[in-house]
C-alpha cells in the first residue's frame, strides 16, 4: 500500500502549485484523504481533507479561501490546488488516508496511512 505525493516545486509568492497523491496497493474510496504539512523546525499541521464522497471538506484557517482539495475515487487520486501562495505556506506537504470527523469547530482525524512528501517553497 503507497501513497505518494507529487506537483511539489519552486514557486513565487501570489503563484499556485497542484499538488496530487496517488494511491496504489489498495482502493482508498471510503477513506477520507487529507492532506498535512510540516515546515523545518515545526510540527506536522493539517491543511485540507475530504471525505470518502467528496461532498464533505475542511481546511486550515491558515487556507482556507486560498487551497482547494479534491479527489476523484476512479483514478484513486486526491489533489490540492493551491492558489495564491505565501512564504510561509513552505513546508513538505505530506498525503493521507483515513478517518476525519468533518466537526463544525475543526475537524478530528485519525490518520492510517501516510505518503512520502513533497517539497513546496515560495520565494518571497
Known amino acids: 500500500v503507497q501513497l505518494q505525493a507529487s506537483g511539489g516545486g519552486l514557486v513565487q509568492a501570489g503563484g499556485s502549485l497542484r499538488l496530487s497523491c496517488a494511491a496504489s496497493?489498495?482502493?482508498?474510496?471510503?477513506?477520507?484523504r487529507a492532506w498535512f504539512r510540516q515546515a523545518p523546525g515545526k510540527e506536522r499541521d493539517f491543511v485540507a481533507a475530504?471525505?470518502?464522497?467528496?461532498?464533505?471538506?475542511a481546511y486550515a484557517d491558515s487556507v482556507k479561501g486560498r487551497f482547494t482539495i479534491s479527489r476523484d475515487n476512479a483514478e484513486n487520486t486526491v489533489g490540492l490546488q493551491m492558489n495564491s501562495l505565501k512564504p510561509e505556506d513552505t513546508a513538505v506537504y505530506y498525503c493521507?488516508?483515513?478517518?476525519?470527523?468533518?466537526?463544525?469547530?475543526?475537524?478530528?482525524?485519525?490518520?492510517?496511512?501516510w505518503g512520502k512528501g513533497t517539497q513546496v517553497t515560495v520565494s518571497s
Open positions: 496497493g489498495r482502493t482508498f474510496s471510503n477513506y477520507a
Open positions: 475530504i471525505n470518502w464522497s467528496g461532498g464533505s471538506t
Open positions: 493521507a488516508a483515513g478517518t476525519v470527523i468533518f466537526a463544525a469547530d475543526r475537524p478530528r482525524y485519525n490518520m492510517n496511512y
